[in-house]
């Protein structure tokens, strides 16, 4: 039979018995298509959890009868027959230890040694390699030099990738291959528009993990090329994708736009770590996506009870940091607390802090917890596990503290030690904005007259430290920032740059979001200053206009 024929009818059938049929009726068969019969086999009988039907293929006695030819008859065996049936069998679970697949793999090598493979034969083996020796496998090397002095631009995607995965294995210097790789990057360039939602994948899986921070071009067309296989990736696959975004610091509001349509249609069919990742990405790139959050606080309130303690911090704290609360927070904190209460001692120490703390910014109050979490064998088991009681973790103990204080006045359980509060807490997200601090007092100088009537900076003995402080004697006489008696009101002005909001959005940070909030529970008088309000005022009049309306709606008077 011709062999064009017979890939044709290959290809259309859809079972083990029916490929065996059909080769126990030919007569005569090329070594290519043998092999080719063990590889339709392997794809229509090999799924995630292995072979379907071990008994069925392999005691089959086609089945063997191929086996035979190939263990026996490897050295005058055609490349492509001798290589594609060791992927064949490598797919379907050949014990890698068993003769007929040493007499292919010993076969391979040596052809191989004696350069005798093409491209699509070198990857092949290597693809083959991987599976069955993984990365300790030395003659993946031999393979990467060997397509070193092939010309790339002629590699297929399928090969471009094939490469990439045994680069990821093989690098082990900064610099190795590094030339390879550029040729690779320039050229893979050219063909992102070809590549499929796998190979998209696992090429920038693979210029993460090579560390190709220099590959810009490559990285933005294969980010925006992502966009249009969102739907397709499987949960694997976009976990690449997003760790990729996160990795080069990449961002498009097109891929946030899509991942929008996408997350609300299939939450309930994610596997949670995909979902897990998605909200990694929107808290990192401070992504507040309301269709996304929403969707994800669904999916939690149904089946957090299947989650890992990790998965089921990596869905909650964002929306803490993120400063939002869904339509179903009130079945949210619910579903959280019921978890809380039946794993509570399951969730590793630092983890659990972390989960704690990003309810207390969006007013949801673990009190329940909190007895546990101040107790002496917790702060111990913090201090026992990386990174330690470092300052965010107890900024994060203090916050705590500080809020029950504040906010959960019936609170009556152990407290916070004071050798384990900051003196001022850390705020990594929530670092002020010094252009836009030094445009505002400007302003305020022009409104003021002397500088000596506002500070900046000011710490508190309540951890915060005030942007602004302006304080007034009790019938509203502005007074000297430095003095400190007669004062009757404290005005403190949250001067806040782009860097406390959520990307795109004018909704606060949690972190600066709390702060707000306790300074005017402290007794401060809290007066906002966005940067969004201010950023078109043109002049230091036009400023201080509207500080004065800001600070001062009704009227002011200078103390002299």
Same mark, same amino acid.
């Given at each position: ?73 490897? &050295?005058?065996?055609?490349? $492509?027959?001798? /290589? =594609?049936? *060791?992927?064949? +069998?490598?797919?379907? @679970?050949?014990? %890698? ?98 590549? &499929?939602?796998?190979?998209? $994948?696992?090429? /920038? =899986?693979? *210029?993460?993990? +090579?560390?190709?921070? @220099?590959?810009? %071009? ?106 939002? /609360? ?235």
């Amino acid at each position: 039979m011709d062999e064009q024929v017979f890939f044709k009818k290959l290809n259309s059938l859809c079972t083990s018995t029916e490929v065996f049929d059909f080769v126990s009726s030919l007569e005569v068969m090329s070594d290519t298509m043998a092999s080719g019969a063990l590889q339709r086999i392997s794809e229509v009988e090999v799924d995630d959890s292995g072979l379907k039907n071990p008994e069925g293929v392999l005691e089959n006695e086609v089945f063997r009868a191929l086996c035979f030819q190939f263990e026996f008859k490897s &050295s005058k065996l055609s490349n $492509s027959g001798l /290589l =594609n049936a *060791l992927q064949a +069998l490598t797919k379907l @679970r050949i014990d %890698p230890q068993s003769t007929l697949m040493a007499s292919l793999l010993s076969e391979g090598e040596e052809r191989l040694g004696k350069g005798q493979l093409t491209v699509k034969n070198l990857c092949a083996l290597g693809e083959s390699l991987l599976e069955l020796e993984g990365p300790s496998c030395a003659t993946l090397e031999q393979i990467v030099n060997h397509m070193q002095e092939k010309d790339i631009e002629k590699w297929s995607p399928r090969e471009m990738v094939m490469v990439y995965k045994m680069l990821q294995v093989t690098v082990r210097e900064g610099e190795q291959y590094q030339d390879l790789l550029n040729r690779m990057n320039s050229v893979t360039l050219t063909i992102v528009s070809q590549l &499929s939602p796998k190979f998209t $994948s696992v090429i /920038l =899986n693979s *210029l993460v993990v +090579l560390h190709q921070t @220099r590959a810009v %071009p490559l990285v933005t067309a294969l980010c925006k090329h992502s966009v249009k296989h969102i739907p397709y990736f499987t949960g694997d696959e976009l976990v690449n994708v997003l760790e990729a975004f996160l990795y080069f610091g990449h961002r498009e509001q097109i891929f946030t736009e899509a991942l929008e349509t996408h997350v609300p249609k299939s939450v309930f069919t994610m596997h949670p770590q995909t979902v897990s990742k998605v909200m990694q990405y929107c808290c990192r790139k401070m992504i507040l996506s309301k269709p996304i959050f929403d969707a994800v606080a669904e999916g939690f309130i149904s089946d957090a009870d299947r989650f890992t303690t990790d998965q089921i911090a990596e869905y909650i704290i964002p929306f803490g940091t993120l400063n939002y /609360l869904p339509p179903s927070a009130s079945s949210l904190f619910r579903k959280l607390e019921t978890v809380l209460h039946t794993r509570f001692s399951h969730f590793k120490p630092h983890t659990l802090l972390n989960l704690l703390h990003s309810c207390i910014l969006i007013q949801h109050y673990p009190v329940n917890f909190l007895p546990k979490i101040f107790s002496p064998y917790f702060l111990q088991q913090l201090q026992a596990q990386p990174p330690g009681l470092d300052r965010i973790v107890t900024s994060r103990l203090t916050q705590l503290f500080l809020t029950v204080v504040l906010e959960c006045p019936f609170y009556e359980g152990p407290k916070l030690l004071r050798k384990y509060q900051v003196k001022a807490f850390l705020t990594p997200h929530s670092s002020l904005d010094v252009h836009l601090l030094k445009r505002v007092k400007t302003g305020l100088l022009y409104l003021l007259k002397k500088r000596i009537y506002f500070a900046s900076e000011v710490s508190t003995p309540y951890f915060y430290t005030v942007d602004i402080e302006i304080k007034l004697d009790e019938e509203g006489f502005v007074l000297p920032a430095a003095q400190c008696e007669e004062v009757h009101r404290r005005i403190a002005l949250c001067v806040d740059g782009q860097n406390r909001f959520c990307v795109n959005s004018h909704n606060l940070l949690g972190e600066e979001a709390i702060k707000q909030r306790h300074l005017q529970l402290l007794g401060y008088e809290v007066v906002q200053i966005p940067f969004f309000e201010i950023e078109s005022l043109q002049n230091c009049r036009k400023m201080a206009e509207y500080l004065h309306k800001k600070i001062f709606p009704h009227t002011y008077e200078l103390s002299c």
